[in-house]
Nanobody, 115 residues
Framework: QVQLVESGGGLVQPGGSLRLSCAAS????????MGWYRQAPGKQRELVAR???????NYADSVKGRFTISRDNAKNTVYLQMNSLKPEDTALYYC?????????WGQGTQVTVSS
């Protein structure tokens, strides 16, 4: 079993930055693909960014060049650095850990971009 705890969400003005953190309950990055997803009201959950065990990344087109996913193996923590935030980035952001048929989710952290 893996527990994931997100933090770092909040209210930010357009153009601002936030860094989300996802702390895993144990060391999993050598096996698990780590992902950040988001879900806005009335919309489906969508992939924002993903980081594989070997360090490959991919991003949704809507966040390329603005968001960066990274990890700190010593802290068992994955980050999502979000820059140049837009109102359309407003959503509940979830952390995900996936390995074969093991699929874990955090509780989510709210990001609101508004003036």
């Amino acid at each position: 079993q893996v527990q994931l705890v997100e933090s770092g969400g909040g209210l930010v003005q357009p153009g601002g930055s936030l860094r989300l953190s996802c702390a895993a309950s144990r060391s999993i990055f050598s096996l698990y693909v780590m992902g950040w997803y988001r879900q806005a009201p009335g919309k489906q959950r969508e992939l924002v960014a993903r980081l594989t065990p070997v360090g490959s990344t991919n991003y949704a087109d809507s966040v390329k060049g603005r968001f960066t996913i990274s990890r700190d193996n010593a802290k068992n923590t994955v980050y999502l650095q979000m820059n140049s935030l837009k109102p359309e980035d407003t959503a509940l952001y979830y952390c995900n850990a996936l390995y074969i048929n093991r699929d874990y989710w955090g509780q989510g952290t709210q990001v609101t971009v508004s003036s």
